[in-house]
């Protein structure tokens, strides 16, 4: 017997419209899969906002290396080196580096992390991205 649960919704008709196509376009073979997917990342979402759940992500920065934040971000790394697995970097520009962090641990600590290299002179901006293990 399948573990597959059938439920139904009520959404206006142009959504629908709209989702179908989205979904087709994004390689979905149907309906379901795709709101399968959303709800999976709905529910990953809403685990990584709660205090002490193991998570891992990345955290992808772009920032002026003329700004002598490369040392300042070696430093950080060997501080935190339990929960920043492995990096990246890439010179993108004369100017400009893209630095790519593995980070894994519990997800209060990893949010500390990607704030305070945020907030470090240089970084022209950042984005973190957690999953639940």
Wanted: hydrophobic share 40%; net charge neutral.
């Amino acid at each position: 017997m399948s573990n597959l649960y059938r439920f139904g919704i009520a959404v206006d008709r142009e959504l629908v419209d709209e989702f179908d196509i989205v979904a087709e376009e994004s390689g979905y073979a149907n309906r379901s899969e795709a709101i399968r997917d959303i709800m999976r990342n709905f529910v990953i979402e809403k685990k990584t906002q709660q205090k002490g759940m193991d998570v891992v992500g990345s955290f992808t920065m772009i920032y002026n290396h003329r700004k002598r934040i490369s040392d300042k971000l070696t430093e950080y790394q060997h501080k935190h080196n339990e929960e920043i697995i492995s990096t990246l970097h890439i010179h993108l520009t004369e100017e400009c580096c893209l630095e790519i962090l593995a980070l894994r641990g519990k997800s209060e600590n990893i949010k500390k992390i990607a704030d305070s290299l945020l907030a470090q002179k240089g970084v022209m901006n950042g984005k973190l991205v957690l999953t639940a293990i």
